[in-house]
């Protein structure tokens, strides 16, 4: 009895001190899904979503979107909005994505992506199995080469 009283103190005076506690986890970044730029909706903010997965670089925002949404396994579409820091749509630029497991490297896999206009670029990207990528978009203008990271789940 004395034994489990012990342990039992013991384990209390650890969860007391956060010894126990779970380590915490960074969330993916959520990809929206997006209007197909044959569609009606032109305009980049009809998306309705650049909050949900909208990072900034230096003076640039970007924000990724999926087709299909969540991204699965094969082949996938994924675009890219490109704005400064006002909101205006960046189109003199060359996008490239590299997409990578986080948790299993298959090695370089770059992919240039085509400008739709008003600051939106597409590839068509093929992502080997599900689980954690990564999608670095590489935006290139006047000679300066900036990268935006994105995590997220690949779905089967």
């Known amino acids: 009895m004395t034994n489990k009283l012990i342990l039992t103190l013991m384990a209390l005076l650890l969860a007391s001190c956060g010894m126990m506690s779970t380590p915490s986890v960074e969330q993916p970044t959520p990809i929206p899904t ?5 569609s009606t909706a032109q305009d980049p903010a009809a998306n309705q979503v650049p909050a949900l997965g909208g990072k900034q670089s230096g003076d640039l925002l970007v924000w990724i979107f999926s087709d299909p949404n969540p991204p699965s396994r094969g082949d996938n579409t994924l675009e890219a909005l490109v704005t400064d820091s006002n909101g205006q749509p960046i189109t003199d ?3 490239s994505f590299d997409i990578d497991m986080t948790n299993m490297s ?4 770059v992919t240039a992506a085509s400008s739709l206009g008003e600051g939106r ?3 068509e990207i093929h992502f080997l199995m599900p689980g954690p990528w990564r999608v670095i978009v590489g935006i290139e203008r006047a000679g300066q080469l900036t990268t935006v ?8």
Do not use: P
């Open 93 to 95: 630029a060359t996008i």
């Open 121 to 123: 670029y597409s590839a």
């Open 106 to 109: 298959h090695g370089r896999n």
């Open 34 to 38: 997006f209007a197909s730029a044959d």
């Open 149 to 156: 990271r994105f995590d997220f789940m690949v779905a089967w």
